[in-house]
Nanobody
Framework: QVQLVESGGGLVQPGGSLSLSCQVS????????MGWFRQAPGKERELVAT???????NYADSVKGRFTISRDSAKNTVLLQMNSLKPEDTAVYYC???????????????WGKGILVTVSS
């Protein structure tokens, strides 16, 4: 079983910073893309940032220049540094990865349970 556990969310004032962390655990043969998605109230889940195993990154236009994704492949962790936060960044943030559990397995998507980030004065 593969588990993703997020940490680091909370309340921050506009213009502030917050860092999210996600630990992936379980029996994994290979981790491919890791990243973060978010879902604001009344909206669909959207991509925030992803990073491939080759460290190619992809960011939503709305967070470019403010958020930075990084990963530690040895520790199976992915981080999201969020700076210059805006009220519209308020959402539940979900950690994501796709992985193979065995060398012969198909690639499967896995999700964390989500963590709330609230940007408000």
């Amino acid at each position: 079983q593969v588990q993703l556990v997020e940490s680091g969310g909370g309340l921050v004032q506009p213009g502030g910073s917050l860092s999210l962390s996600c630990q992936v655990s379980g029996s994994i043969f290979s981790l491919n893309t890791m990243g973060w998605f978010r879902q604001a109230p009344g909206k669909e889940r959207e991509l925030v940032a992803t990073m491939t195993s080759g460290e190619t990154t992809n960011y939503a236009d709305s967070v470019k220049g403010r958020f930075t994704i990084s990963r530690d492949s040895a520790k199976n962790t992915v981080l999201l540094q969020m700076n210059s936060l805006k009220p519209e960044d308020t959402a539940v943030y979900y950690c994501y990865c796709n992985a193979r559990r065995r060398s012969y397995s198909i690639v499967v998507d896995y999700w964390g349970k989500g963590i709330l980030v609230t940007v408000s004065s």
